[in-house]
């Protein structure tokens, strides 16, 4: 059975930095795409950074330069560096994995395993 679970979230103020962590447990990372999403209030849920088993990364434009995705195969544990904090920023995010290949445009639906996610908040 496939669990995923995250950790790392909180209230930072802008500009601040944060390192989000996602260990996942019943899949391999080298199988699979795993990915950032994120979903604030009154949004859809967006994504957010991917990295897939070759480590090619895909960003959002509206983090580029401000966030990092890397992935621990051994530990089977995915990161999020998140620098520059904005207020804009603050929604819950998610860790998902999915079976095929997929990049940060391949919207939430292509994802087969999701967390519960973790509520971060930027302050202004």
């Known amino acids: 059975q496939v669990q995923v679970v995250e950790s790392g979230g909180g209230l930072v103020q802008a500009g601040g930095s944060l390192r989000l962590s996602c260990t996942a447990s019943?899949?391999?990372?080298?199988?699979?795409?795993m990915g950032w999403f994120r979903q604030a209030p009154g949004k859809e849920r967006e994504g957010v950074a991917t990295?897939?088993?070759?480590?090619?990364?895909t960003y959002a434009d509206s983090v580029k330069g401000r966030f990092t995705v890397s992935q621990d195969n051994a530990k089977n544990t995915l990161y999020l560096q998140m620098n520059s904090l904005k207020p804009e920023d603050t929604a819950m995010y998610y860790c998902?994995?999915?079976?095929?290949?997929?990049?940060?445009?391949?919207?939430?639906?292509?994802?087969?395993?999701w967390g519960q996610g973790t509520q971060v908040t930027g302050s202004s």
């Open positions: 998902a994995a999915a079976v095929f290949g997929c990049t940060v445009a391949s919207g939430p639906q292509r994802f087969n395993y």
């Open positions: 019943g899949l391999t990372f080298d199988d699979y795409t």
């Open positions: 990295i897939n088993w070759l480590g090619s990364m």
